[in-house]
């Protein structure tokens, strides 16, 4: 009973947060990326120099945001052990292939009037979202799965800077008209948060584990402490 009780009590909140997460990328497919299906669009021609990287980069990068949610669940990693090694390793490749190539990007888009200063937000971005999931596998590797569990999460939480960069300025008017000094501001205020967003959830995370493993009844504790006569 205390498992179950334990289960409902996290699984409805991750529910909902996994739910929010999947709005937020339909909005941004929808707002930001709607130009894919439209080869006769304008920004097409920006994107021009350096499309097959970009093309790269968006697989990539599509791979870890719709992958990572599969690692959080318990009941997954359980039964389908391989599937979340599989997964997991595909999560690690997509972050070291997307996070260079980002920064190369950046860097070419400033052929075309971006900031230098976007591009040094661009590396750090690249640098926080590889260095924690390096640790993780690293902790992957070792067996130390609670570790490896709390880094991913940090990772995760920097991966969905890319979401909710797009959704704010979008639900703001921000982007209209496009302006990089905006652009950049929300990126650091967002990265800012985001390894402490992931730490938040760690804490949420072992609070509902330890309430799961606590004595439902006051006599409980000491009925399993206490040796059968």
């Not at 006769?40 to 990539?60: D, E, M, R, S």
């Not at 501001?185 to 509902?208: F, H, K, P, R």
């Not at 330890?210 to 399993?224: D, M, N």
Request: include cysteine.
């Amino acid at each position: 009973m205390a498992d179950a009780a334990g289960r409902s009590t996290w699984v409805r909140p991750k529910t909902f947060v996994f739910a929010f997460i999947a709005a937020m990328a339909l909005y941004v497919l929808y707002h930001n990326e709607r130009f894919l299906i439209d080869a006769a669009h304008p920004v097409w021609q920006h994107y021009a120099p350096f499309k097959w990287w970009l093309l790269t980069h968006g697989v990539a990068g599509a791979c870890a945001l719709i992958l990572a949610p599969l690692q959080f669940s318990d009941r997954l990693r359980r039964r389908f052990t391989t599937l979340h090694r599989v997964t997991g390793s595909i999560y690690v490749t997509a972050v070291f292939l997307l996070s260079p190539l980002g920064i190369y990007i950046q860097y070419l888009d400033e052929m075309q009037g971006a900031s230098r200063s976007f591009t040094v937000a661009t590396v750090i971005f690249s640098a926080v979202l590889m260095t924690t999931t390096g640790i993780a596998l690293i902790f992957a590797l070792n067996n130390m799965f609670r570790q490896h569990r709390q880094w991913m999460t940090r990772s995760y939480a920097v991966a969905l800077v890319f979401l909710e960069v797009r959704v704010i300025l979008g639900l703001f008017g921000l982007d209209q008209p496009f302006d990089w000094a905006i652009t950049e501001t929300v990126v650091w205020s967002c990265l800012a948060v985001a390894v402490l967003i992931g730490d938040l959830t760690n804490q949420w995370y072992e609070l509902a584990s330890e309430h799961t493993r606590r004595p439902s009844a006051p006599g409980a504790a000491i009925a399993v402490a206490t040796p059968a006569e």
